[in-house]
């Protein structure tokens, strides 16, 4: 089965289950979208359940937040995270507060799905990682899908529950094949230990999680440690008793994110492992992420932009010599 | 209209044409990635509009290739930036999508829905604020006609009476979404009639391309106020390179291919008494060894060195005070 | 010219590409343009055009292949008449005509030229929160230990450990300490002395009544998990004393090499002694094969002497002492301990006069044999009830005395 499969699973077995349930994008009926994460539920469902829009992101959140007020659970779909930008005044203004602003009358029982990161020469325009902005906005749920499991078991969880999430999913991902894991208590807000160890504790999710995951072996083997893993599934909230089970036994922190360093969820990560762990804290955290630059088209200059297995690997051991291990 | 006009429109068509030709082969061959946009079908809008417009200020769209070649920017340069090379018109930095030059008033290359229609108002406010006499030139997709950009930037451009040219290449699909899928108005110049003069043409014809726009050039320069084209289009080819295009039934598409605009306009301009047989296959010679050489100069050129990661982000002076 | 198709990239993510169908075949004439194949991306199927205009003149991948991007799937003659000739001939695809290095990307990860981090220079004092702090708890002067060289600038949580094991114990004590598993820092708080050696520890120990803990080997494991099956096993026991004189008169082996010997050889008249019950089955084997229970330290090992019936009491010896030296270097193989259907263990060369043994699973029996008293030993069996009944494991024992009283018979083993 592919990524996107998986996705495509959930919506169908969503949609097929509650009749409230709804998608809206650009060519996500008749198209298929253009991921083809929405393949078949035009054909399945017909055009009143798979909507699709013109190109206008603003309408398609606030269409979808209308459609929550009036009684359906919409599942919207950003073709990249980068036209969400679009709807930044529906998702931070609206989407997120209208909830505490009505003194909680107001439900939104809704999800913005959609890609992010770089995926393969496609240029600054298109090829950006945004959490931070969803993760830093009281109101939102920010999700994230690093695998096939992930999206199967956590879109299905998103669309049931009653609160706005923001669903991020990664390009690259979506052709990679992989199988969705019998987890019938898959619960999106607890991270999970994909690779135990008892030296260094690395965070990451979507498509760094691959990568680091690549890159550990290598690092085990210069250090002469062992690395621990921990995939995260929701961004905002964020499961620290897990990041801090893990830290108090390794007493070293690193996380792996595509977004560029300044003012990256990554930064706010390492803050609260900072303030809740210092004393616990053996090395300086570290993180490991994209370049403060617009992403180049040029493939060289792009791979340079984001970290890759290679670098991962690399870094991690120059930090690790630097700090004692 | 002149044969020298005509003759350079040949050739610009012609070489926009085999160009994207030999991008679609490259892509494929891997020598380009990323997205690439063709706008094969859609040469007499891009070169009829630019031959009639002149060097006012121009804002384009993605599929902007065939713009920038008209406008005058060498084969080589434009070809090189979709091979990601650092002698590419955006040092490699911006791909096929991001073709900027300043020195041809060429502003992208944007590839943002709409985006740019809000930038061209504003190029034209500070044109006229600076008392220069050329108006601006903004092209789009019938895509964009329903975002909320458009609307915004067509009432400004009307309230605040500045000098853009407004013109819609519709060519009927944005990706797989057929335009009357999308416009509850199908006809998109009634989307703008409101508030400027707004025409539909044939966009696929080049005379009737130059005329419009040589008409509406006139018209926002003469009076200082917004103009609207609808230029009727076809791409014959799928929205990007990995769009399978089949939601396009054959009849549309020969519908279309029979309108070819570079055929039509060797025709018409063989019966005009414009172009002569040894002309064009003279043309067709020397656009072929240009494409030739365009793809030999890409393939040649340098990548861009590891730094320039690091360059282009702010001006010469921040970068100084930056770290 | 000729002009070589490649898998071409048809999306932007796409590594490799699949032939679903060729529309043309060899030998067609092409136009450009004109669909030529179709192809799977990682996003749908394509038709394919070709980008010259010639004669199909050879296919290289077959539908159905995966191929990666920029390999030469196909090759057109663009000169018509030279196409002619071509078509149908092989074509010699070099092997250096690998698709260029870019398109599958691999990963690479290199960290030879990593650089060794720069010495900061930090005035002393500075430590990692958790080194400060396990500092702190310690009682340790980090400042003047890294003004002194002891502890190094800037400290680590293990730096403070090496320092604070090497000055508050002694080595013999940290030998201790890792034996029984102890945490240094709490020892060290709850003895309360300056330099900590072995009596103090031993005392500690002692006083806490503090056990040493152990996993069991992978070995020992298995050996519980089948003692744990043989309790499930119905068994009844029989005792019974042997006159073994005639045996010691000769000396020439050791009483375990006979008594497997004569064992083996009556076993071939009692088959149930060479049937084991398994998974609701009866399995009766042709030969007489005998475990032997040898202890190893720890562990105890249970291999097989194969055969024991066409044996000669020398081989019998030789074997015994060969499944020893294995079990002893660890060395036995699958082999070795598979295949046996009845099972001998003895204690009496540590004077042990009689003991019931345990019955390993997939046996018929064991015999627990004891030290000879003035000629005689005495031997307990265990049976399995499902597989050898009271009368049939009697006339086993009854045979088994015959031969030993047997001068002939004695007399014939070499």
């Not at chain 1, 999710?205 to 210069?222: G, N, P």
């Not at chain 1, 616990?280 to 297995?309: F, H, M, W």
């Not at chain 2, 172009?275 to 793809?295: G, M, N, S, Y």
């Amino acid at each position: 089965m592919l990524y996107r499969e998986a996705l495509n699973k959930a919506l169908d077995e969503m949609m097929e289950k509650d009749e409230t349930v709804v998608i809206l994008g650009e060519d996500v009926g008749f198209y298929g979208g253009n991921y083809r994460v929405t393949e078949g539920l035009y054909a399945k469902y017909g055009e009143k359940r798979a909507i699709d829009t013109p190109i206008a992101e603003n309408s398609i959140v606030g269409n979808a937040i209308g459609m929550a007020i009036g009684g359906l659970r919409p599942v919207a779909e950003i073709m990249t995270v980068n036209f969400i930008l679009i709807a930044m005044d529906q998702i931070v203004n609206q989407m997120a507060k209208l909830r505490y602003m009505s003194g909680g009358k107001v439900e939104l029982p809704m999800v913005v799905r959609t890609p992010q990161g770089v995926s393969k020469q496609l240029a600054a325009q298109h090829s950006q990682s945004l959490e931070r902005f969803f993760t830093s906005t009281p109101g939102l749920i920010t999700m994230v899908a690093s695998d096939a499991t992930a999206a199967y078991y956590g879109l299905k969880y998103a669309i049931e529950l009653d609160d706005p999430v923001i669903f991020l999913e990664h390009e690259l991902l979506y052709p990679m094949k992989m199988e969705i894991q019998e987890r019938k208590d898959f619960d999106p807000f607890k991270a999970d230990v994909v690779k135990e160890g008892k030296d260094i504790t690395v965070v990451s999710y979507l498509k760094m999680l691959h990568d680091t995951l690549q890159a550990v072996s290598v690092i085990e083997k210069e250090l002469g440690v062992s690395v621990e893993v921990i995939n995260l599934h929701s961004l905002n909230p964020l499961d620290m008793e897990t990041i801090s089970k893990s830290v108090k036994k390794t007493g070293r922190f690193v996380i792996v994110t595509e977004e560029p360093k300044t003012g990256s969820f990554a930064g706010e990560i390492v803050s609260k492992v900072t303030e809740e762990l210092f004393y616990q804290l053996d090395a300086p955290p570290l993180r490991i992420c994209g370049e403060d630059v617009p992403t180049p088209y040029n493939r060289k200059l792009e791979l340079l932009s984001i970290p890759t297995p290679d670098k991962i690997a690399k870094q991690i051991i120059y930090w690790g010599r630097e700090n004692g291990i | 209209m002149g044969k020298s006009i005509v003759e350079r429109a040949y050739y610009l068509m012609k070489l926009g044409r085999v160009f994207e030709e030999r991008a679609k082969e490259e892509y494929m061959k891997g020598n380009i990635a990323g997205f690439l946009h063709l706008a094969i079908g859609e040469e007499a809008v891009h070169v009829g509009a630019t031959l009639a417009f002149g060097k006012g200020d121009l804002f384009v769209h993605y599929r902007e290739h065939v713009w920038a070649l008209a406008r005058g920017m060498s084969p080589k340069t434009v070809m090189a930036e979709l091979f990601g090379k650092k002698t590419g018109v955006s040092k490699g930095k911006g791909g096929s999508m991001h073709l900027f030059d300043p020195a041809f008033n060429f502003y992208g290359g944007n590839a943002i829905v709409g985006a740019h229609l809000p930038h061209a108002v504003g190029a034209a406010y500070a044109r006229k604020y600076l008392g220069h006499s050329e108006g601006v030139l903004v092209a789009f997709g019938d895509g964009a006609t329903n975002a909320g950009n458009y609307y915004e930037s067509l009432n400004l451009a009307s309230l605040w009476e500045l000098p853009v040219l407004f013109l819609n290449e519709n060519n009927f699909y944005a990706i797989g979404t057929r335009v009357d899928r999308a416009s509850a108005v199908k006809e998109l110049y009634k989307k703008a009639k409101e508030f400027m003069p707004a025409v539909r043409i044939d966009g696929m014809n080049f005379f009737e391309v130059f005329d419009a726009v040589s008409k509406a050039k006139e018209y926002i320069e003469t009076e200082g106020k917004p103009y609207y084209i609808e230029a009727l289009t076809y791409r014959y080819e799928p929205h990007s390179m990995s769009d399978p295009g089949d939601y396009r039934s054959p009849r549309e598409l020969k519908v279309f291919h029979d309108k070819d605009p570079v055929e039509f306009l060797k025709k018409e301009g063989i019966k005009r008494g414009l172009l002569t047989q040894e002309f064009i296959k003279q043309i067709d010679e020397r656009v072929e060894k240009e494409v030739e050489e365009a793809v030999q100069f890409a393939l040649k050129s340098p990548e861009p060195e590891d730094k320039e990661l690091y360059t282009d982000i702010f001006c010469e002076v921040c970068t100084d005070v930056v770290p | 010219m000729e002009y070589k198709v490649v898998m071409p990239q048809l999306t932007d993510t796409m590594e490799e590409g699949k032939i679903v169908r060729w529309l043309k075949k060899e030998g067609d004439y092409v136009k450009k343009d004109e669909p030529l194949v179709e192809i799977e991306s990682d996003k749908a199927v394509m038709e394919v055009p070709s980008m010259r205009e010639g004669v199909l003149v050879k296919i290289l991948a077959e539908e159905g292949e995966e191929l990666p991007v920029g390999q030469p799937i196909a090759v057109i003659e663009t000169e018509v008449e030279k196409a002619k000739e071509e078509v149908g001939k092989p074509v010699e695809v070099k092997k250096e005509e690998k698709p260029p290095e870019k398109r599958k990307e691999k990963v690479e990860i290199k960290v030879e030229g990593i650089k060794p981090p720069e010495k900061i220079k930090l005035p002393e004092g500075s430590a990692s929160p958790s080194a400060r702090k396990l500092a702190g708890e310690l009682g340790l002067n980090l400042k003047e230990l890294q003004g002194k060289g002891e502890i190094p600038t800037p400290a680590h949580e293990k730096d403070i450990k090496e320092y604070f094991y090497k000055k508050f114990f002694t080595k013999s004590a940290l030998d201790i300490l890792k034996e029984y598993n102890l945490d240094p820092e709490d020892v060290y708080k709850e003895i309360g002395k300056k330099k900590i050696d072995k009596t103090d520890l031993e005392r500690y120990i002692k006083t806490k009544n503090i056990p040493i803990t152990q996993k069991p080997s992978d070995i020992q494991s298995v050996l519980i998990k089948n003692l744990s099956k043989s309790t499930q096993i119905p068994v009844y026991y029989i005792t019974h004393q042997f006159d073994i004189s005639l045996i010691l008169k000769q000396e020439k082996y050791t009483i375990t090499a006979y008594i497997i010997k004569i064992f083996g050889d009556v076993m071939q008249d009692h088959p149930k002694i060479r049937t084991v019950y398994r998974n609701g089955m009866f399995y009766t084997y042709p030969s007489s094969n005998i475990s032997v229970a040898i202890s190893v330290g720890e562990e105890l090992f249970n291999p097989t002497i194969k055969n024991v019936e066409t044996k000669s009491l020398k081989q019998v010896y030789e074997d015994l002492q060969n499944l020893r030296e294995k079990s002893k270097e660890k060395k036995l193989t699958v082999e070795d301990i598979q295949g046996a259907t009845f099972s001998i263990s003895n204690l009496g060369m540590f004077g042990i006069k009689q003991f019931f043994p345990v019955i390993p699973p997939f046996h018929s029996g064991i015999a627990g044999i004891g030290v000879a008293v003035d000629g005689i030993i005495s031997v307990s069996f265990t049976f399995d009830h499902r597989v050898v009944n009271g009368v049939q494991a009697a006339q086993f024992v009854i045979e088994l005395e015959k031969r030993m009283k047997d001068q002939k018979y004695i007399k014939s083993l070499k």
